[in-house]
Structures are given as structure tokens and as C-alpha cells.
């Protein structure tokens, strides 16, 4: 257990829908990042924050959006979903906001759009 | 930018037998690694990581990896694997030049482990 948890576990939905991903870091952790991992695309980085505020994006869709708040948990929004938004997004957390920590995985979020 | 690539996307092992996983990354810039596992519907799990000193890098659960600049490479090793080595494994690097922690990941390459 990495001390990250993530809600739902998994997460069935209609295209043109929007849904909310959770993250809770670990206790003590101030940076959170998300991830997506698909078949086609592999495990891909899509945003970290650190302490509230956006520290760094990847390839995050305009139609996705993401939020630290001030208990530092983590939400990840996805709307207009697509079929290929179907995939399992994990969220890591670290006790800085650099490249030198190390980052626990949660068990991830199985999103599945019909 | 970074990228990493995995170059062997399924590797089958016979129980106690050595593996090697391979990885090699291009980056412009001074470069972290890492090696993380995906055991079944679970998350990753950091098996270890180098940042400087030492190229050769010991990790959890046996597996050691060394860190090769002029190969630009960081190949996973394990001498002696178990069945309960049978995972996902994932090179990853992070970028030296910036201050956040993006890490860019290789493709995964699934380890088999036959009894």
C-alpha cells in the first residue's frame, strides 16, 4: 500500500458525459501528478501540482482539468468523454516538487466509456 | 524532449534463471531514471532509481540496473528470477534541466516467469 488512495475504483460512463476522479496523497505529500495509461498510448504524464498551485503539464486534453485544493487532495475532471478517453489514470503523489523525489502511485482509476 | 524506449515488449523466463530488461532514453539535458514495476491490477512501485554517483544502481526485490551515459542506456538486471517476478516493468526518466518531476515512461516490457 503506497499511502495514495484513489476514487472510484472504477468509473463506467456514456460518451458526452463528464465524470471526477479523487486523490488523496500521502500524508505529508505536497505535490500530485496524473497520469493516464492506455493500450495505445502507454503511461503518459498529464499534470502535477504542487501545493495548490499547476506546476507542470503534459499532454493533457483541453477537455480535461485538474484542481489541488488547500487539504491537498486532488481531483481530475474529464468531460466530453470520448471512446478513446478509456483508460486507467493513476495519480502519484511526492513530498517535493521535483525531479528528485520519488513518486508513489495510487492504485489508479479503470474508466470505461460506452 | 525526453523519450524512452523499451526494447523488448515481452520477455519469457524460465525460474532461476538471470534476466536482463533493456532500456535506453534520449534526453538533451542531465537525466534522472528509474525502474518502476505494475504487479496485476495494482499501481507502480519504484524498484529503484539513479540521480548521480555510482552507474551501478541496487534496488528492492534483487534487481539492479546500471547506468550507461555513452550507451545513453539503463538496462534492468535480476540474476535469479522468482515466479513472483511476474510483472510489468517500466523505464522512466525524468528531465535534469527543469525543477518539476514529470516523468516520461518507456512502453513496459512484461516479464514471464515460467516454472
Known amino acids: 500500500d503506497s499511502g495514495v488512495t484513489q476514487t472510484p475504483k472504477h468509473l463506467i460512463t456514456a460518451t458526452g458525459q463528464r465524470v471526477t476522479l479523487r486523490c488523496s496523497p500521502r500524508?505529508?505529500?505536497?505535490?500530485v501528478y496524473w497520469y493516464q495509461q492506455s493500450l495505445d498510448q502507454g503511461l503518459q504524464f498529464l499534470i502535477q501540482?504542487?501545493?495548490?498551485?499547476?506546476?507542470a503539464k503534459g499532454n493533457i486534453l483541453e477537455r480535461f482539468s485538474a484542481q489541488q485544493f488547500p487539504d491537498l487532495h486532488s481531483e481530475l475532471n474529464l468531460s466530453s468523454l470520448e471512446l478513446g478517453d478509456s483508460a486507467l489514470y493513476f495519480c502519484?503523489?511526492?513530498?517535493?516538487?521535483?525531479?528528485?523525489?520519488?513518486?508513489?502511485f495510487g492504485p489508479g482509476t479503470r474508466l470505461t466509456v460506452l | 524532449a525526453q523519450s524512452v524506449t523499451q526494447l523488448d515488449s515481452q520477455v519469457p523466463v524460465f525460474e532461476e534463471a538471470p534476466v536482463e530488461l533493456r532500456c535506453n532514453y534520449s534526453?538533451?539535458?542531465?537525466?534522472?531514471l528509474f525502474w518502476y514495476v505494475q504487479y496485476p491490477n495494482q499501481g507502480l512501485q519504484l524498484l529503484l532509481k539513479?540521480?548521480?554517483?555510482?552507474?551501478l544502481v541496487k534496488g528492492i526485490n534483487g534487481f539492479e540496473a546500471e547506468f550507461n551515459k555513452s550507451q545513453t542506456s539503463f538496462h534492468l538486471r535480476k540474476p535469479s528470477v522468482h515466479i513472483s517476478d511476474t510483472a510489468e516493468y517500466f523505464c522512466?526518466?525524468?528531465?535534469?534541466?527543469?525543477?518539476?518531476?514529470?516523468?516520461?515512461f518507456g512502453q513496459g516490457t512484461i516479464l514471464t516467469v515460467h516454472p
Open positions: 502519484a503523489s511526492s513530498l517535493g516538487r521535483g525531479r528528485l523525489d520519488e513518486q508513489f
Open positions: 534526453s538533451s539535458v542531465s537525466v534522472y
Open positions: 501540482y504542487y501545493n495548490g498551485e499547476e506546476r
Open positions: 539513479y540521480l548521480s554517483g555510482s552507474t
Open positions: 522512466a526518466v525524468s528531465d535534469g534541466g527543469t525543477s518539476y518531476g514529470k516523468l516520461t
Open positions: 500524508s505529508g505529500d505536497l505535490s
